[in-house]
Nanobody, 125 residues
Framework: QDQLVESGGGLVQAGGSLRLSCAASGRTFSRYNFGWFRQAPGKEREFVGA????????FYADSVRGRFTLSRDTAKNTVYLQMNNLKPDDTAVYYC??????????????????WGQGTQVTVSS
């Protein structure tokens, strides 16, 4: 069964860091594009960042660019989201997604066909 499992969320003070992991199992996701989205209470799900397979590109939302960094370990079928200088506005449930969508449309949730269950990130002020 194809599965994406996020981990690494938690409670952190503003200015702190967390690293989220997204472990893929059930099939080889090595050629997939991966994206991260988040949803805060009462708000719509929003794009955070994406990393494409080919060409190898990274995309970030303006709100996180310069603070968040994506990486992938193909051998481990795992994608990471390093989050630095966290702010209270970053508080949300973070979701990992995988898909074969267009590299140039990875900001759209429609480009992904597999989703994780989410991990909570809470940033206190």
């Amino acid at each position: 069964q194809d599965q994406l499992v996020e981990s690494g969320g938690g409670l952190v003070q503003a200015g702190g860091s967390l690293r989220l992991s997204c472990a893929a199992s059930g099939r080889t996701f090595s050629r997939y594009n991966f994206g991260w989205f988040r949803q805060a209470p009462g708000k719509e799900r929003e794009f955070v960042g994406a990393i494409s397979w080919s060409p190898a590109l990274e995309f970030y939302a303006d709100s996180v660019r310069g603070r968040f960094t994506l990486s992938r370990d193909t051998a481990k079928n795992t994608v990471y989201l390093q989050m630095n200088n966290l702010k209270p506005d970053d508080t949300a449930v973070y979701y990992c997604a995988a898909g074969f969508g267009s590299t140039w449309s990875l900001r759209s949730a429609d480009e992904y066909d597999s989703w994780g269950q989410g991990t909570q990130v809470t940033v206190s002020s």
